[in-house]
């Protein structure tokens, strides 16, 4: 019976690293996006909101594997 709960927690701690990895590549885009050369090229990917949605993901994620008992 604990080993379920402890490999469901692991799975919440990868989802929230994954989702924060996801938040950082998403800020690195903004980042990008932001310091083109030519302002008129326009971009097609939402990255400030990924980075949010990521973000939320992965407290929802940490704070529910924080609360497994």
């Keep these: 019976m604990w080993g379920f709960i402890v490999t469901m927690q692991l799975q919440l701690w990868l989802g929230a690293a ?3 990895v996801i938040a950082i590549v998403s800020a690195l885009g903004e980042h990008r996006r932001r ?10 990917m939402p990255w400030q909101l990924i980075q949010v949605m990521a973000m939320l993901a992965a407290v929802i994620l940490a704070s529910v594997a924080l609360n497994m008992r």
């Design 18 to 20: 994954g989702a924060a």
């Design 35 to 44: 310091k083109r050369k030519r302002m008129d090229d326009v971009g097609f």
